[in-house]
Each structure stands twice: as C-alpha cells, then as structure tokens.
Nanobody, 123 residues
C-alpha cells in the first residue's frame, strides 16, 4: 500500500516542543515536495504550515516562521517537522502530504496524504 505515516503528535503545554515525523512506505521511490498541513478545530480547510522540496528549499506559513523547522531525508524518504514555542493556536491535526511522488515501479502519483497526527497545545 502506498502511504505516508505520521507520528509524534501529542499533548504539550504552551511554550513546549514536539517533533513530527513522516515515513513513506517502501514502495515510494521519491517525493518531489513534502508538505505539512494542519486543520484547526472547527475549521473546514487545511493550512499549509511548511514545505520542503527535494533540493531542500523550504517555505513556511507566517504564523510558524521562526518556531517550526521542516527537514527531510531523501535517502530514507522521511520528513520531520520540529515545532518549538508551541502556542494554543497551533492545536490541530497535522498531515504529511507529498506532491509528485514516484513509486519503485516507475508509476507516478500526483499527491498523497497521510492519516494525520493530533497536536494539542494547552494554555
């Protein structure tokens, strides 16, 4: 099964830190752009939190700049989101998302979502 699996979410107090991880299934050869989205409670849309290309170029939402750091290991097809100085408004379900994936069979997949991991920041 082609999938992205997130881990590392949890409950943390404001000011604390969490590190989210995203692991690609072994049948994924490469991922062009790896993104982290989040959906806040009561919201019906997802916010792009951070993204990183295969060459290491990064982009962050203004709300997380200076606090979150995205990284990836192309050889292992894993990604991470280091979150520091967390705020209650960071609460939400965080999703790993891949743009333009290539499978080991050569098949191309345009986009792929993980199942998400919950982050809750208490005040």
């Amino acid at each position: 099964q082609v999938q992205l699996v997130e881990s590392g979410g949890g409950l943390v107090q404001a000011g604390g830190s969490l590190r989210l991880s995203c692991a690609a299934s072994s049948n994924i050869e490469s991922i062009n752009v790896m993104n982290w989205y989040r959906r806040a409670p009561g919201k019906h849309s997802d916010e792009l939190v951070a993204s990183i290309t295969s060459t290491g170029s990064t982009n962050y939402a203004d709300s997380v700049k200076g606090r979150f750091t995205i990284a990836r290991d192309n050889a292992k097809n894993t990604g991470h989101l280091q979150m520091t100085n967390l705020k209650p408004e960071d609460t939400g379900r965080y999703y790993c998302h891949g743009d333009h994936l290539t499978l080991v069979t050569g098949e191309r997949v345009i986009r792929l979502w993980g199942q998400g991991t919950q982050v809750t920041v208490s005040s």
